[in-house]
């Protein structure tokens, strides 16, 4: 397996640009599977999710190539299976995406149960139930949801907790549905947003998105489209952070400060200073963080897909902060890793205290998960000596050649592959 060699204590300085949203693309891929025509996508990034999610839909018989510059042009014209196999759902709990289109649009679906990061339970049940309610017959068989339904029928649904991806697949069902459906209690999210204004183009009607009541009345045939994914938040999320672990002065271009609300405010607290522009942020750090406490919840809430970073950036900090994960279980993996680099952090249940420290100290650590990976490269950029970051593939389902982009920062980081010592 691939690994990542940081040479800790060097300030980050230059221009970056973020990429597409790793979750916004990719129910805006399995998307395509609702209309026979020809789906654009651009802004598409080029992470490991995004290999998985197109070999899937490639095995459904989706027909896509890719354009360059990040372009990738889809036909679904020609599905020839309704179903997702365990050998490519078990990588990424994303794939139950597929399951709502499929049904929609084929009357039909069998798709594996989900796997993906070690961080807690995500059941889909909040899935089912809502196509349930648009009368879908389903069965769990085999480790397998089996869905029949000749066409979905409008309903009005309530999840019975904010679920992004379950608002997903339900929004994606609801557009061929007959009638009109109700989301009460969905996902604010902005790729949530992106999912619908994608939608809009190919002639669904819907209305509400960025609220917690979507409206759908759902329409006979879906059409072709074009559409530029939104920049990725958590990526420049985690850039930010790495600037306020790192300390300099860093601007990241093609980004959507406007839907970062909650992390740029608890970055501020902790002394980053930050300037935005419509699509550009500005960050520069000059002091020893703060200690900045926070809870992880929904949108507009700070996300969780931070947490992890923030908690890095806390180890440094002058003080003690309270952290409080109220959406997975199960998400703290990335502690003790932290813990071996001299990190202060003491783990209880759902909070985690964490007392700020002088410095960290380079170590051989080990991801666990997507966003523990990001905080342990922030981690290894502020420590003094060496850090090996193991299992990078984890890093490489959600950040776009990161390493490039820190070593155009500046940092001194390389991947080393995985026959070396």
């Known amino acids: 397996m691939d690994k990542l060699l940081i040479r ?242 860093i601007v990241l271009r093609h980004t959507a400060a406007h839907a970062m609300g909650a992390i740029l405010d608890k970055l501020r607290e902790a002394g980053v200073e930050i300037e935005e522009g419509g699509d550009w942020i500005r960050a520069r750090m000059r002091r020893r963080p703060r200690a900045t406490s926070f809870r992880t919840l929904e949108y507009p809430g700070f996300p969780t897909d931070m947490q992890a970073q923030l908690m890095a950036l806390d180890t440094l900090a002058e003080g003690t902060s309270v952290i409080v994960e109220n959406i997975f279980e199960n998400r703290y993996m990335h502690a003790p890793e932290l813990s071996r680099m001299g990190a202060q952090i003491e783990v209880e249940g759902d909070t985690a205290v964490v007392t700020g420290v002088a410095s960290l100290s380079g170590a051989t650590v080990m991801a666990t998960d997507l966003r523990a990976s990001a905080s342990l490269v922030i981690a290894g950029l502020a420590a003094q000596g060496e850090t090996i970051v193991d299992r990078i593939y984890h890093l490489d389902r959600g950040y776009e050649r990161m390493e490039e982009k820190l070593c155009a920062l500046g940092a001194d980081i390389q991947r080393l592959s995985g026959n070396a010592p």
């Open 8 to 249: 800790g204590g060097r300030r980050l300085k230059g221009e970056i640009a973020i990429s597409g949203a790793k979750n916004a693309a990719l129910p805006i891929l399995c998307a395509s599977l609702l209309t026979p025509d020809t789906l654009v996508l651009e802004n598409v990034p080029e992470l490991r999710d995004i290999g998985t999610t197109l070999c899937l839909l490639e095995r459904l018989g989706v027909k896509y190539r890719n354009g360059g510059g990040h372009r990738v042009e889809l036909d679904a014209s020609q599905v020839d299976s309704i179903e997702a196999p365990y050998d490519l759902v078990k990588t990424m709990r994303a794939s139950i995406l597929v399951l709502g289109p499929l049904l929609a649009r084929f009357g039909e679906a069998r798709v594996s149960l989900p796997g993906g990061c070690a961080i807690g339970q995500r059941p889909v049940d909040q899935h089912i139930k809502g196509l349930a309610a648009m009368g879908a017959e389903i069965r769990i068989e085999h480790g397998y949801v089996v869905a029949r339904a000749r066409r979905l029928k409008g309903t009005t649904m309530r999840t019975d907790m904010v679920t992004v991806t379950g608002t997903e697949n339900l929004m994606m069902a609801a557009v061929l549905a007959e009638g009109r459906s109700v989301l009460e209690n969905a996902a604010r999210e902005p790729e949530v947003v992106d999912l619908a204004e994608l939608l809009i183009k190919m002639g669904a009607h819907i209305e509400g998105h960025g609220t917690d009541r979507i409206i759908i009345d759902g329409v006979e045939r879906l059409h072709g489209a074009t559409h530029h994914i939104a920049p990725d938040r958590i990526e420049a999320g985690t850039f930010l952070c790495a600037v306020g672990a790192a300390g300099g002065d």
